[in-house]
């Protein structure tokens, strides 16, 4: 029994490695995508992480195995291939694909709203808490049920009356 247990626990021990051979990103650029030039090659890969595959979300170009991801890799390595800059191949793809894209999308334009609403929402929140706060803190140091001398005035007003 003894064995066994042992066995079974290098058996265990032995799948590490395996498991965490197998949990590393891969990456889905075939064969024959790849550049001859070194160079160009090296920057399609960069270029390719930081675009976004249209299938999955969340995923880069360089590591989905989406047929569309495929199409944008091609048209990735056919642009430098061309002599685009890489600031030209970006250009390109966000023209064509918009900028959904982009894994890190751009702070100008519109985005800028989308990029500012978050702490405008937390300083609003913290305004509103805060204020609320303040106006109990000066309800409670009136007392309950104990008038102001504005509302005392008021009520004999409307008691003579």
């Known amino acids: 029994m003894m064995r066994l247990v042992m066995a079974l626990w290098l058996a265990l021990a032995g799948l590490g490695p395996v498991m965490v051979v197998t949990a590393l990103p891969a990456h889905a650029v075939q064969p024959d995508e ?9 920057r399609a890969r960069e270029l390719s992480r930081g675009l976004r595959c ?15 991801a495929r199409d ?13 800059s890489d600031q030209e191949v970006v250009t390109f793809i ?14 100008g334009g519109a985005n800028w709203l989308l990029w500012a609403a978050g ?13 609320y706060l303040r106006g109990r803190q000066t309800a409670q140091e009136a007392g309950p049920g104990q008038l102001s001398e504005d509302e005392k005035a008021k009520l004999s ?4 009356d």
Not at 94 to 107: F, H, I, M, N, S
């Open 34 to 42: 790849v550049l001859d030039d070194p160079a160009l090659e090296a």
């Open 54 to 68: 249209m299938v999955c979300r969340n995923e880069s170009i360089d590591e989905s195995n989406a047929e569309l």
């Open 72 to 84: 944008m890799r091609l048209l990735v390595r056919e642009r430098l291939v061309a002599g685009d």
């Open 94 to 107: 966000v023209d064509r694909y918009g900028e959904y894209a982009l894994l890190k999308p751009t702070t």
């Open 119 to 131: 702490p405008v929402m937390l300083l609003l929140a913290l305004g509103v808490g805060f204020s």
């Open 157 to 160: 007003k409307i008691l003579e």
